[in-house]
C-alpha cells in the first residue's frame, strides 16, 4: 500500500479525510491491525506543548521619519537586550534573553527572572506594547542616534518567529545524585534522588511518531502556537546516530527542527513565558506535526505507545551530562514516568514533567480538525533532514 500526499490532500478537500490523533491510533491498530489501520487512516497528528529554550523572534521595526540604523548599535525590548547586529530595522529577540544580573545570587538564595526575552514574546503575541530602547552612533543615511518608544506588532513591517532548535526527539530524565539541591534547566532537582524530572509529550511527540524523518522535512508544514509554520531546517543539535528501540525510536536525544512561523497569526493561548529558579527563562511553545500514512510502515511507526518509548535517566550534579558513564543511571519508559514514580538506584522516587500532555492533546486535536475542515494541507519536504530513512522524497 503506498499514499502520496497530493492523494491525502484530494481527500482533504473533498472532506473525505480520514484523521486520527497519535494517541487515538494507539488503540485502533491494536483492534484492526497494522495493515487495516494504514488502509482506513490517511494522517496522524502529533502534538507537544513545552518549553524550547532556542527560540526567539526577527523583528523588523518600522522607521520613524529621522531613521536611525539599528544594526550595530544596541536595542532593548522592555529591558531585556536584543541583538542589533543586523540591518538597520531588523533586531532579533532570544527567548532566553534576560536584563543584566544573575538570578542565583538573590540574598544568598537562588532567585529567578521574572521577565525576559520570552514573555516580550508572549506580550506582542497577545497584543501588548512593549518600550523599545535604542542607541546607535548615527550615520548620513540614518543619523539618529537614540530612540525610545512603545512599540507592538502594529509597529512592524514583519515578525516572525524563527526557533533554531525545537522538538527534540526524546530526552532526558535528570535526577540529582549530590547532597545539595541543584537549578538547571529541568527544574529544581532535589538532593539524593529526591525527585525526577522529564520534558516529552511521548506517545504525542513529533519526531518519536516519525522516527527515521520519512515524513517531516524541509518545508514541512505544522501547526505552530496556532499559525501554520513550517520546518526551516534540521534543528541545531539534530543527532540522528544514536541508540534506537527495535521500533526504531531513539533511546536518547536525538533529531531536532528548526522552526518559523508569522509571530502575527500566532493564538496567546499557545505562547506561553516560563521562567526557572536559579537558571532563567524559557518559551513554552505548542508544535503540531501531521504524519501522513504514506504506507505500513508509518503505521507501525505511529503506533507506538509510552509502554514502547523509553528515556535516559540521567545525573545532572556531575558537569554538564552527556548521559554517558557514570552519569547514566539507566532507563525508563514514558508510561513509567507517567505514573508519578520510577525507581533508580533501588530507590522510588517521584516524577515530574515540563512537558504539558494535556495540552499536547489539545494540540494533536486542534491540528486534526483543522485538517478534516480542509483548512490544513500537507506539504511535501523540500529535502530530508539528516539521517532520515527513504519516504516521500
Request: one cysteine or more.
Amino acid at each position: 500500500m503506498v499514499r502520496t500526499i497530493d492523494e491525502i490532500n484530494d481527500k482533504i478537500r473533498s472532506g473525505s479525510v480520514v484523521v486520527v490523533t497519535a494517541e487515538e491510533i494507539i488503540g485502533l491498530a491494536r483492534e484492526k491491525g497494522v495493515k487495516k489501520a494504514a488502509r482506513e487512516v490517511d494522517v496522524v497528528t502529533t502534538g507537544t506543548f513545552s518549553p524550547m529554550c532556542s527560540s526567539g523572534a526577527f523583528l523588523n521595526i518600522k522607521q520613524p521619519k529621522e531613521k536611525m540604523k539599528l544594526g550595530g548599535g544596541w536595542i532593548t525590548l522592555n529591558g531585556v537586550p536584543a541583538y542589533a547586529g543586523l540591518a538597520a530595522a531588523d533586531v532579533y529577540i532570544g527567548a532566553t534573553a534576560i536584563p543584566d544580573g544573575d538570578p542565583r545570587n538573590n540574598n544568598g538564595r537562588p532567585g529567578k527572572f521574572r521577565y525576559g526575552g520570552a514573555h516580550v514574546i508572549e506580550d506582542l503575541v497577545s497584543g501588548k506594547k512593549v518600550v523599545l530602547n535604542a542607541g546607535a552612533y548615527g550615520t548620513d543615511c540614518y543619523p539618529r542616534k537614540s530612540r525610545e518608544q512603545k512599540i507592538g506588532l502594529k509597529d512592524m513591517n514583519e515578525a516572525l518567529l524563527f526557533n533554531p532548535r525545537n522538538c527534540y526527539q526524546n530526552y532526558n530524565v535528570a535526577v540529582n545524585l549530590s547532597e545539595k539541591p541543584i537549578y538547571t534547566y529541568m527544574g529544581l532537582l532535589k538532593p539524593k534522588l529526591g525527585n525526577a524530572n522529564y520534558c516529552s509529550a511521548g506517545q504525542l511527540s513529533p519526531l518519536l511518531n516519525d522516527p527515521f524523518y520519512r515524513t517531516i522535512g524541509v518545508g514541512s508544514r505544522i501547526f505552530l502556537s496556532g499559525a501554520q509554520g513550517y520546518v526551516a531546517w534540521n534543528g541545531t543539535q539534530h543527532n540522528p546516530e544514536i541508540p534506537r528501540s527495535e521500533n526504531g525510536t531513539p533511546r536518547k536525544a536525538a533529531g531536532t527542527l528548526a522552526l518559523i512561523g508569522n509571530l502575527r497569526e500566532m493564538d496567546p493561548q499557545w505562547i506561553k513565558a516560563v521562567s526557572y529558579t536559579g537558571y532563567g527563562v524559557s518559551l513554552s511553545l505548542a508544535v503540531g506535526v501531521p504524519i501522513p500514512i504514506i504506507d505500513e510502515d508509518m503505521m507501525k511507526f505511529v503506533s507506538v505507545s509510552d509502554e514502547e518509548l523509553f528515556a535516559p535517566v540521567v545525573d545532572y550534579s556531575r558537569f554538564y551530562p552527556t548521559g554517558e558513564g557514570e552519569a547514566l543511571l539507566g532507563e525508563v519508559t514514558y508510561a513509567q514516568l507517567k505514573s508519578g514514580a520510577i525507581e533508580v538506584k533501588g530507590k522510588r522516587i517521584p516524577t515530574g514533567c515540563f512537558s504539558s500532555y494535556s495540552k499536547a492533546r489539545e494540540v494533536a486535536g486542534q491540528l486534526k480538525s483543522l485538517i478534516q475542515s480542509g483548512e490544513f494541507l500537507l506539504s511535501q519536504p523540500v529535502a530530508q533532514l539528516p539521517g532520515a530513512k527513504e519516504g516521500l522524497l
